[in-house]
């Protein structure tokens, strides 16, 4: 896995590249930790990037497949943890999608604040039902909040997997664009959003989603 946190002109950029699909495990949720604080210090504003043409295929299909119940349950909680963090993380979030964003990907986008994606053949969505699973409680109570109304059934029952303007209308994206240009708007909105005055966007974003975020520790 390589993993970068960069701080520029007050905007941290974490890139994460493993090759493959960005599978989260637990390294990689320690190594979000440990970034997350150091922009908590020294940033204004957060971009994560999946690394070129990628973003995030899901939990570490080797420890959830596996026959290790506890260590499922550890991944899945600690997981959690992360995403609360992200939804709740007193900065602005903003995400760059490039490639594939599934199950655990997809709720990562719903847990920043801006997602810019691509505009062409990207999947963005949550297959769990499609594949036997059922959502986590923490991911179903996100997606309630951050998906459109009308696409709820669709994208939580159906496993309907979206693209482009597709995954925007659903409410997984907020922008798509072609994919050279998915890091760059990114950064463009990372700095406008750090202009804005960190104590009361922290204090606006907690009162805006504190009924989800009890939902989602619960």
Same mark, same amino acid.
């Given at each position: 896995?390589?993993?970068?946190?960069?701080?520029?002109?007050?905007?941290?950029?974490?890139?994460?590249?493993?090759?493959?699909?960005?599978?989260?495990?637990?390294?990689?949720?320690?190594?979000?930790?440990?970034?997350?604080?150091?922009?908590?210090?020294?940033?204004?504003?957060?971009?994560?990037?999946?690394?070129?043409?990628?973003?995030?295929?899901?939990?570490?299909?080797?420890?959830?497949?596996?026959?290790?119940?506890?260590?499922?349950?550890?991944?899945?909680?600690?997981?959690?943890?992360?995403?609360?963090?992200?939804?709740?993380?007193?900065?602005?979030?903003?995400?760059?999608?490039?490639?594939? &964003?599934? @199950?655990?990907? %997809?709720?990562? =986008?719903? +847990? !920043?604040?801006?997602?810019?994606?691509?505009? /062409?053949?990207?999947?963005?969505?949550?297959?769990?039902?499609?594949?036997?699973?059922?959502?986590?409680?923490?991911?179903?109570?996100?997606?309630?909040?951050?998906?459109?109304?009308?696409?709820?059934?669709?994208?939580?029952?159906?496993?309907?997997?979206?693209?482009? &303007?597709? @995954?925007?209308? %659903?409410?997984? =994206?907020? +922008? !798509?664009?072609?994919?050279?240009?998915?890091? /760059?708007?990114?950064?463009?909105?990372?700095?406008?959003?750090?202009?804005?005055?960190?104590?009361?966007?922290?204090?606006?974003?907690?009162?805006?989603?504190?009924?989800?975020?009890?939902?989602?520790?619960?």
């Amino acid at each position: 896995m390589a993993f970068n946190l960069a701080i520029n002109n007050d905007i941290a950029v974490i890139t994460f590249d493993d090759g493959k699909v960005n599978a989260v495990g637990f390294e990689l949720i320690q190594q979000f930790n440990d970034a997350l604080d150091e922009a908590e210090q020294n940033a204004k504003a957060v971009v994560l990037h999946g690394g070129e043409g990628k973003f995030c295929g899901g939990f570490d299909l080797s420890v959830m497949k596996a026959d290790d119940k506890a260590k499922q349950h550890e991944l899945v909680s600690k997981g959690a943890e992360l995403i609360v963090r992200l939804y709740s993380f007193p900065l602005p979030v903003v995400v760059a999608a490039e490639g594939h &964003s599934i @199950a655990m990907g %997809a709720i990562m =986008l719903m +847990a !920043a604040d801006l997602r810019i994606g691509k505009d /062409a053949d990207t999947k963005y969505g949550l297959n769990e039902t499609a594949i036997g699973m059922v959502l986590p409680p923490f991911g179903m109570e996100l997606a309630k909040a951050r998906l459109a109304n009308t696409s709820q059934t669709e994208a939580l029952l159906f496993s309907r997997i979206y693209q482009g &303007s597709e @995954a925007v209308k %659903a409410g997984f =994206l907020d +922008a !798509a664009v072609p994919q050279e240009q998915v890091l /760059a708007t990114a950064m463009g909105y990372a700095e406008k959003l750090k202009m804005l005055p960190r104590q009361s966007f922290a204090e606006s974003k907690i009162q805006l989603r504190k009924e989800t975020i009890e939902k989602m520790k619960a």
